[in-house]
Structure formats: C-alpha cells, structure tokens
T-cell receptor, first 113, second 116 residues
C-alpha cells in the first residue's frame, strides 16, 4: 500500500511566521503535489514536482514556495503566513508520467492567527 | 482552462437505496482521465473509481459505477445499496492524459448523507 504522511495534523501559527509543511511518501513515486482544501471551493493545486529539485506552479502559488531535495520528501513553505492561508493542506503522490492515480496524505489543518 | 462542476452540494439517501452524484466538466482535450474521490469525515481522501476517456465502457468497482457521457461531458457516480460507511464528501476530478506531470482539477464536492 502507498503510504503518504504529513508532518502535522493540526498546526497553529501567527501572522508573519514562516511555516513548513512536510510530506513524505514511501512508494518511490516521481510526482508529488500540494493542494489546499477550503469549504465550498474543493481542492486547488498550489505546486507540484515531477522530480527531485523540479517544481511547477499550480493554480494558486502566490504566497507559497516548495522544496524537493529528496525524492520521498516534498515541503510546502509559507514564507510569511497570513490569515487567508488558514486552510486544510493535502499532499498527494503519483507514479510515473501517466500518474493515473494520485494518493493523498491525511492533511494538515493550519490555523493562522 | 478545464473546469469541473458538481451541482449538488449535498445529497441524502436511505441506507440500502441507490444514489447518483452528478459531475460535468469542460475541456477541449480528447484524451483525459476522470476520477471520483471519497473523503470520509476526518479521514484520508481515497480513490473510488477512475475512467479513461478513450474507453467507452463505463468503469465499475463493486457497488460503485459511473455513467460516462463523453459528448455531453458528464461523469456521474452511482452508489448502489448505500451503506453507512459511504457517508463522506465526494469529489469529481479531471486530469489530461499524456506524458508530463500535472495536477488534478477538482469539483467543489458533494456531501453525501446516509440515513439509517
């Protein structure tokens, strides 16, 4: 079974703090993704990576950056957290160029005060 | 840009009955994937069923089946013999086929309630 883990289930941060969300997978998948989920909006793609050190912007990259130094680990960075970044963050992985199925982590619920 | 529309924010069904969740999408591509994902309360998002656009046969997974109408750009999910464990948010998603990485485009979700 694919296992995708996220560093925290719940996180509370202050406005202006730098925030790191980490995602780790154990299935040697090439592709990793970060989404945010908000009620009534569904999931929206922030960034994705198809290889180590490679990254691509998704639909809503503003205010975020990512890092992929190792294949199994994909970090989402909020450079200066703001209250409008309060959300559920979901990491996902997929195998190969066809990436037919994405496998999701349990999510991190972030509250920015 | 591709869009995915789920017109039913919430649906309710009696246990053991059948329910259909609607999804429409907009794309100019001819080859793509469509997915239904399930997100139970406070639990991980999991894949329910996947359809490849070039396949005319509707996908089926046990009690879950889809009605894929490519010309109408419609992809509905039918759940037969509904069970209490089916209660969840259901998301319809789209992804273009072919090589290269790309994320999924999701609908806004349908909250499915199962009445005992």
């Amino acid at each position: 079974d694919v296992k995708v883990t996220q560093s925290s289930r719940y996180l509370v941060k202050r406005t202006g703090e730098k925030v790191f969300l980490e995602c780790v997978q154990d299935m040697d998948h090439e592709n990793m993704f970060w989404y945010r989920q908000d009620p009534g909006l569904g999931l929206r793609l922030i960034y994705f990576s198809y290889d180590v050190k490679m990254k691509e912007k998704g639909d809503i990259p503003e205010g975020y950056s990512v890092s992929r130094e190792k294949k199994e680990r994909f970090s989402l960075i909020l450079e200066s957290a703001s209250t409008n970044q309060t959300s559920m963050y979901l990491c996902a992985t997929a195998r190969g160029p066809k990436q037919e199925t994405q496998y999701f982590g349990p999510g991190t619920r972030l509250l920015v005060l | 840009a591709q869009t995915v529309t789920q017109s039913q924010p919430e649906m309710s069904v009696q246990e053991a009955e059948t329910v259909t969740l609607s999804c429409t999408y907009d794309t100019s591509e001819s080859d793509y994937y469509l997915f239904w994902y399930k997100q139970p309360p406070s639990r991980q998002m999991i894949l329910v069923i996947r359809q490849e656009a070039y396949k005319q046969q509707n996908a089926t997974e046990n009690r879950f089946s889809v009605n894929f109408q490519k010309a109408a750009k419609s992809f509905s999910l039918k759940i037969s013999d509904s069970q209490l464990g089916d209660a969840a948010m259901y998301f319809c998603a789209y992804r273009i086929s072919g090589g290269g990485a790309d994320g999924l485009t999701f609908g806004k979700g349908t909250h499915l309630i199962i009445q005992p």
